[in-house]
């Protein structure tokens, strides 16, 4: 809709215009009331960027096409297919119209039903305007949903007999008349209209049809669902020559044809769709479960979760793979971080973005960039395991990132890497809420098919979840290859074969909710309902969003819940002869951080087995304790006696540690006895060190501290790293955290949805702005030759004396305005005080009190006496 158009209305009185029919759709928002305005900004929170200044601008922001898309993007299918009626029908259309395009010639009371609420709900969203007698469609709309060779209506129409004969030769218009039996017309356009209603008279149109030979029937058949184009030869054969000449085959171009639109809806018996769906697909169960079950394996899943992520944070603990010169993580370290932790990849890559979404990694902004744990990961471990696991389901919850797009190529043929750029998808927060809630609305413990959960995800956003901005529809233009071609297009074999996105983006929701614990055998668990602030004993109702509360408060309700679920901690182990440990249960923190170091992790599961060998008891010399230490830590923490074996081992190992010392020169080794550095120099195995004696008791080498400290422990020795002043370096596992990091925040989709304070303040500011700009002022009668709606100039002592008169009297006077930056306005103001050269009033313009300095006011105007 021009701007023009729309503004047309400006001048007029808001009571005529409120009268009468609308004109314009500035004018059928100007007819509504306040809460029709807010219910309005709040289906399409991008028409208050920036707040509009009046109804006209509303208007016109609200035909735009980025607007209108995004607005056709969150319309149900039904109501969809209610555009896409209006889009095909006149314009404008009367509703009885509307109805006959949805129910066909039989009617369908489901369809009488339903349409209603859809046509209230593009009302609501202006997309539609007009009394029910002239219902209009927005013209961005219908230019986005109408028939055309470029862009194929998702109804499968094609265009009207006018548009399609709009470049006819009047001769061969007179032919097709006179084929079809139709008498000669003097004009083209009476002959166009002859046509056009021989195609919706219902008996002659039949008639017509009794006398087409089969072979032109079956031609019909395949187009009349869509696509209604097709090629054609220079020598037709006869039954699409039949066709062609009565005119329900028009040509497109020279080796095209189309079915006129008139002539789709009598073979369709009068429908625009071929299935409306007025309402929504059913979500049926796939299994069902007790709760308690569903609620026990949810916990079992979250306790897993929780050690996941430990696990591939602790093996980060002294730095983590390089960052790419692009960002993200390589494919080679993608691979080695699965095999950690005994995932497949895109596995691997979901738990390393939840970690980074959640800022407990990040990279360390080193010269050498890696990633690494940060600060927020030591404040994470402290906390109770349900509140653990409460924070990384908000989290994931919220975030934006997608994980599952991990491998995949961008629009440049790029591969996308976990932690990297470009994996921001704005509709996923959106679609995991919603896969969540539809599965709440079964009872507790049942699992939705995902199938039709998918089925109801595409017919709540059809346009999201389909390959173009208008919705598929049946194929695209002349892509039968003949008249007598298929009727189904290729955009929906390429869907079936292709999910979508947001398809793609709920299956991943299904996989992703399960390894968190939010699921337990596919069904929703108890607090997860309660994170989604949903009730927990009975079946959600559609109307529950969840947004009802803080989320913070949300995932507390659901910690509290999950908390008597999760197994406790322990604070034993059983040590065994052979080396092994076996931990019943999670261990506590400190007794996990030291076992973790002291030994390996052999196999996880209910119970964990650790295993002791010479280099995990070398790790924790290393770490600064000692072998008396090892043996109380051990005694205190088994429930069985310390095994001969591992005492053993650990006196061992005790006793070589430290005997070599190695600091650097490049890089030194000592040792007091010499016998011993003797055999490190003629071991084979240490040429690639490089190595050279300097004294009886020191070697030289060539390579760095702890290259050299690698390659002597390969060899089966135990040197220790020595500081300058000779002292043994203690190192630490969790030494290493990057400097503290904001975890990133989700990219929002278009605006957020505004609140209730500032709906008020919107609509009341951009009542007030209509107010002014539709005020009707006293026409002054040297204004007489300026042009409609330029206010008059006026000096500065006329200027001063009536708003003088105005703030004495209480009226309203039109002033222009010119601010400090050049740009001019026109506003309606009470003035309540004029002096040293100010006016002071409230400004109808901005509903607020405002000064103005006198020089700036380029005219003014006192208000017409009804609308003071």
């Given at each position: 809709m021009g701007i023009g158009e729309l503004d047309r209305e400006a001048h007029v009185p808001a009571e005529s215009s409120a009268a009468a029919a609308p004109r314009t759709?500035?004018?059928?928002?100007?007819?509504?009331?306040?809460?029709?305005?807010?219910?309005?900004?709040?289906?399409?929170?991008?028409?208050?960027?920036?707040v509009p200044n009046d109804l006209t601008q509303l208007a016109t922001r609200a035909g735009t096409r980025a607007s209108v898309v995004r607005a056709l993007?969150?319309?149900?299918?039904?109501?969809?297919?209610?555009?896409?009626?209006?889009?095909?029908?006149?314009?404008?259309?009367?509703?009885?119209?509307?109805?006959?395009?949805?129910?066909?010639?039989?009617?369908?009371?489901?369809?009488?039903?339903?349409?209603?609420?859809?046509?209230?709900?593009?009302?609501?969203?202006?997309?539609?305007?007009?009394?029910?007698?002239?219902?209009?469609?927005?013209?961005?709309?219908?230019?986005?949903?109408?028939?055309?060779?470029?862009?194929?209506?998702p109804t499968g129409l094609g265009p009207t007999v006018a548009e399609a004969t709009s470049g006819m030769s009047p001769g061969r218009i007179q032919e097709i008349l006179a084929a079809a039996g139709l008498p000669a017309t003097h004009d083209p356009v009476s002959a166009v209209a002859s046509l056009t209603r021989l195609f919706t008279d219902r008996e002659r149109m039949g008639a017509l049809l009794d006398t087409a030979p089969s072979e032109a029937l079956a031609v019909l058949d395949r187009l009349v669902w869509g696509p209604p184009y097709g090629e054609v030869t220079a020598n037709p054969a006869p039954p699409v020559r039949w066709l062609r000449d009565r005119g329900l085959l028009l040509p497109a171009s020279p080796r095209t044809v189309v079915?006129?639109?008139?002539?789709?809806?009598?073979?369709?018996?009068?429908?625009?769709?071929?299935?409306?769906?007025?309402?929504?697909?059913?979500?049926?169960?796939?299994?069902?479960?007790?709760?308690?079950?569903?609620?026990?394996?949810?916990?079992?899943?979250?306790?897993?979760?929780?050690?996941?992520?430990?696990?591939?944070?602790?093996?980060?603990?002294?730095?983590?793979?390089?960052?790419?010169?692009?960002?993200?993580?390589?494919?080679?370290?993608?691979?080695?971080?699965?095999?950690?932790?005994?995932?497949?990849?895109?596995?691997?890559?979901?738990?390393?973005?939840?970690?980074?979404?959640?800022?407990?990694?990040?990279?360390?902004?080193?010269?050498?960039?890696?990633?690494?744990?940060?600060?927020?990961?030591?404040?994470?471990?402290?906390?109770?395991?349900?509140?653990?696991?409460?924070?990384?389901?908000?989290?994931?919850?919220?975030?934006?990132?997608?994980?599952?797009?991990?491998?995949?190529?961008?629009?440049?043929?790029?591969?996308?890497?976990?932690?990297?750029?470009?994996?921001?998808?704005?509709?996923?927060?959106?679609?995991?809420?919603?896969?969540?809630t539809l599965q709440a609305t079964l009872p507790p413990g049942s699992a939705a098919d995902p199938e039709t959960l998918l089925a109801r995800l595409r017919w709540e956003r059809p346009l999201r979840t389909s390959p173009n901005v208008t919705g598929a529809g049946g194929a695209g233009a002349g892509g039968?290859?003949?008249?007598?071609?298929?009727?189904?297009?290729?955009g929906d074999r390429r869907a079936a074969h292709s999910p979508d996105l947001r398809s793609r983006i709920a299956l991943w929701t299904l996989d992703e909710a399960e390894m968190l614990g939010i699921t337990g055998r596919g069904a929703l668990s108890s607090p997860a309902r309660a994170l989604l602030n949903l009730p927990l004993a009975e079946a959600a109702p559609e109307s529950v969003t969840g947004g009802g509360v803080e989320l913070s408060l949300a995932a507390s309700r659901a910690a509290t819940l999950l908390a008597p679920l999760l197994p406790e901690a322990v604070d034993h182990v059983l040590l065994q002869a052979d080396l092994t440990a076996v931990a019943p249960g999670p261990?506590?923190?400190?007794?996990?951080?030291?076992?973790?170091?002291?030994?390996?992790?052999?196999?996880?599961?209910?119970?964990?087995?650790?295993?002791?060998?010479?280099?995990?008891?070398?790790?924790?010399?290393?770490?600064?304790?000692?072998?008396?230490?090892?043996?109380?830590?051990?005694?205190?923490?088994?429930r069985t006696p310390v095994p001969q074996p591992l005492a053993y081992l650990i006196d061992d190992v005790a006793r070589k540690h430290g005997h070599l010392r190695i600091g650097a020169a490049s890089a030194y080794v000592r040792?007091?006895?010499?016998?011993?550095?003797?055999?490190?120099?003629?071991?084979?195995?240490?040429?690639?060190?490089?190595?050279?004696?300097?004294?009886?008791?020191?070697?030289?080498?060539?390579?760095?501290?702890?290259?050299?400290?690698?390659?002597?422990?390969?060899?089966?020795?135990?040197?220790?790293?020595?500081?300058?002043?000779?002292?043994?370096?203690?190192?630490?596992?969790?030494?290493?955290?990057?400097?503290?990091?904001?975890?990133?925040?989700?990219?929002?989709?278009?605006?957020?949805?505004?609140?209730?304070?500032?709906?008020?303040?919107?609509?009341?500011?951009?009542?007030?702005?209509?107010?002014?700009?539709?005020?009707?002022?006293?026409?002054?009668?040297?204004?007489?030759?300026?042009?409609?709606?330029?206010?008059?100039?006026?000096?500065?002592?006329e200027t001063l004396a009536t708003v003088q008169a105005a703030a004495m009297t209480g009226s309203a006077v039109w002033i222009g305005y010119v601010n400090a930056e050049g740009a001019a306005s026109q506003r309606v103001i009470a003035p309540v005080r004029v002096e040293g050269g100010f006016v002071t009033g409230y400004d109808h313009t901005a509903d607020e009190v405002r000064t103005y300095p006198l020089h700036r006011i380029t005219g003014v105007a006192e208000l017409a006496e009804d609308q003071v």
């Amino acid at each position: 809709m021009g701007i023009g158009e729309l503004d047309r209305e400006a001048h007029v009185p808001a009571e005529s215009s409120a009268a009468a029919a609308p004109r314009t759709l500035a004018e059928a928002l100007r007819a509504r009331g306040d809460e029709g305005l807010a219910a309005l900004l709040r289906a399409r929170p991008d028409l208050l960027s920036p707040v509009p200044n009046d109804l006209t601008q509303l208007a016109t922001r609200a035909g735009t096409r980025a607007s209108v898309v995004r607005a056709l993007e969150r319309l149900d299918r039904f109501t969809l297919q209610t555009a896409e009626a209006l889009a095909v029908a006149p314009d404008p259309a009367p509703y009885s119209v509307l109805l006959a395009l949805l129910t066909g010639d039989d009617g369908d009371p489901e369809i009488e039903a339903a349409l209603p609420r859809a046509v209230e709900a593009l009302r609501e969203q202006a997309l539609v305007w007009g009394e029910d007698d002239r219902l209009r469609l927005v013209r961005t709309a219908r230019e986005l949903l109408a028939p055309s060779p470029q862009h194929p209506s998702p109804t499968g129409l094609g265009p009207t007999v006018a548009e399609a004969t709009s470049g006819m030769s009047p001769g061969r218009i007179q032919e097709i008349l006179a084929a079809a039996g139709l008498p000669a017309t003097h004009d083209p356009v009476s002959a166009v209209a002859s046509l056009t209603r021989l195609f919706t008279d219902r008996e002659r149109m039949g008639a017509l049809l009794d006398t087409a030979p089969s072979e032109a029937l079956a031609v019909l058949d395949r187009l009349v669902w869509g696509p209604p184009y097709g090629e054609v030869t220079a020598n037709p054969a006869p039954p699409v020559r039949w066709l062609r000449d009565r005119g329900l085959l028009l040509p497109a171009s020279p080796r095209t044809v189309v079915l006129p639109r008139e002539a789709a809806l009598h073979l369709r018996g009068g429908r625009a769709h071929r299935m409306p769906e007025p309402h929504p697909p059913a979500l049926s169960v796939l299994r069902e479960y007790r709760p308690q079950v569903v609620d026990s394996a949810a916990a079992g899943q979250a306790y897993t979760a929780l050690a996941t992520v430990e696990e591939l944070l602790k093996s980060w603990n002294q730095g983590g793979p390089a960052v790419l010169r692009a960002g993200g993580l390589s494919v080679r370290d993608l691979k080695r971080t699965s095999a950690a932790l005994d995932v497949t990849e895109q596995v691997a890559a979901f738990w390393l973005e939840l970690c980074y979404g959640a800022g407990l990694l990040a990279s360390d902004g080193e010269a050498d960039e890696r990633y690494a744990p940060t600060p927020a990961y030591d404040d994470w471990l402290d906390l109770p395991a349900a509140e653990r696991w409460a924070r990384l389901v908000s989290v994931w919850l919220t975030a934006t990132r997608t994980a599952g797009l991990v491998g995949a190529q961008d629009a440049r043929g790029r591969t996308l890497s976990a932690l990297g750029p470009d994996l921001d998808r704005a509709a996923a927060p959106e679609v995991r809420r919603r896969v969540l809630t539809l599965q709440a609305t079964l009872p507790p413990g049942s699992a939705a098919d995902p199938e039709t959960l998918l089925a109801r995800l595409r017919w709540e956003r059809p346009l999201r979840t389909s390959p173009n901005v208008t919705g598929a529809g049946g194929a695209g233009a002349g892509g039968t290859g003949s008249a007598a071609g298929s009727g189904a297009g290729t955009g929906d074999r390429r869907a079936a074969h292709s999910p979508d996105l947001r398809s793609r983006i709920a299956l991943w929701t299904l996989d992703e909710a399960e390894m968190l614990g939010i699921t337990g055998r596919g069904a929703l668990s108890s607090p997860a309902r309660a994170l989604l602030n949903l009730p927990l004993a009975e079946a959600a109702p559609e109307s529950v969003t969840g947004g009802g509360v803080e989320l913070s408060l949300a995932a507390s309700r659901a910690a509290t819940l999950l908390a008597p679920l999760l197994p406790e901690a322990v604070d034993h182990v059983l040590l065994q002869a052979d080396l092994t440990a076996v931990a019943p249960g999670p261990l506590q923190r400190p007794l996990a951080d030291m076992l973790a170091v002291l030994a390996d992790v052999e196999s996880k599961g209910g119970a964990t087995v650790f295993r002791f060998t010479p280099g995990s008891v070398r790790r924790a010399l290393d770490a600064g304790r000692s072998a008396s230490d090892l043996h109380a830590f051990l005694t205190a923490h088994s429930r069985t006696p310390v095994p001969q074996p591992l005492a053993y081992l650990i006196d061992d190992v005790a006793r070589k540690h430290g005997h070599l010392r190695i600091g650097a020169a490049s890089a030194y080794v000592r040792c007091d006895d010499d016998a011993l550095l003797g055999e490190i120099m003629a071991d084979k195995r240490s040429a690639s060190l490089r190595l050279r004696r300097l004294a009886p008791t020191v070697l030289a080498a060539q390579t760095d501290p702890a290259t050299l400290l690698d390659g002597l422990r390969s060899m089966g020795y135990a040197p220790a790293a020595e500081s300058a002043e000779g002292d043994v370096l203690i190192t630490r596992a969790d030494a290493h955290r990057t400097p503290a990091r904001t975890a990133p925040a989700p990219v929002p989709e278009g605006p957020p949805v505004p609140d209730p304070t500032l709906l008020g303040a919107a609509v009341r500011a951009i009542r007030a702005g209509d107010h002014a700009s539709t005020a009707v002022r006293k026409e002054r009668p040297e204004a007489a030759s300026l042009a409609g709606g330029e206010l008059p100039r006026t000096s500065p002592a006329e200027t001063l004396a009536t708003v003088q008169a105005a703030a004495m009297t209480g009226s309203a006077v039109w002033i222009g305005y010119v601010n400090a930056e050049g740009a001019a306005s026109q506003r309606v103001i009470a003035p309540v005080r004029v002096e040293g050269g100010f006016v002071t009033g409230y400004d109808h313009t901005a509903d607020e009190v405002r000064t103005y300095p006198l020089h700036r006011i380029t005219g003014v105007a006192e208000l017409a006496e009804d609308q003071v």
